[in-house]
């Protein structure tokens, strides 16, 4: 799936994704249940919610869905299909329906691993803090006030 038709998850990014490898059968269950299952794999670039630096990680989504409309809703299907939405075509679009997996796969906060992190890496190379840094207390001025 070109990553371009999936603006929501590209603003998101730190920068544009490669295209998205996805896998995708149709089938009926034992119940004549219409049904579609899959996988979705993408690398992204995260902001590092710690340096702002890129992060790469690999986001996968696994979903099952079941179609539904007026006639045959939500409620009616077992609970292990998530409801895809047919439009007034009795079509399930299916790139809003991966994208919306991959956004759910995203972390909540994205960030290096501490050793890998470009602060913690500044903290230990360029550690050392100017001597004034150094010298002042920040509790130097209650010190002066109780004289
Ligand atoms: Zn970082």
Redesign the pocket.
């Known amino acids: 799936m070109p990553s371009s038709n999936l603006k929501r998850l590209q603003e998101m990014l730190f920068s544009p994704s490669d295209d998205v490898e996805v896998t995708l059968s149709f089938d009926r269950d034992e119940q004549n249940i219409v049904y579609f299952r899959g996988n979705a794999k993408v690398s992204v670039e995260l902001g590092?919610q710690?340096?702002g630096?890129p992060?790469k990680m690999p986001v996968t989504a696994e979903f099952q869905y079941a179609p539904v409309n007026q006639k045959v809703t939500a409620e009616d299907l077992p609970e292990y299909y998530d409801a895809a939405e047919m439009n007034e075509l009795g079509e399930v679009l299916l790139h809003p329906i991966i994208e919306d997996e991959l956004i759910l796969a995203l972390p909540l906060v994205a960030?290096?691993a501490e050793e890998d992190?470009?602060?913690d890496r500044n903290a230990m190379t360029f550690g050392d803090l100017p001597p004034e840094a150094e010298k002042k207390n920040p509790f130097a001025v209650l010190q002066q006030l109780k004289k």
């Open positions: 590092c710690r340096c630096e992060l960030m290096h992190c470009a602060i």
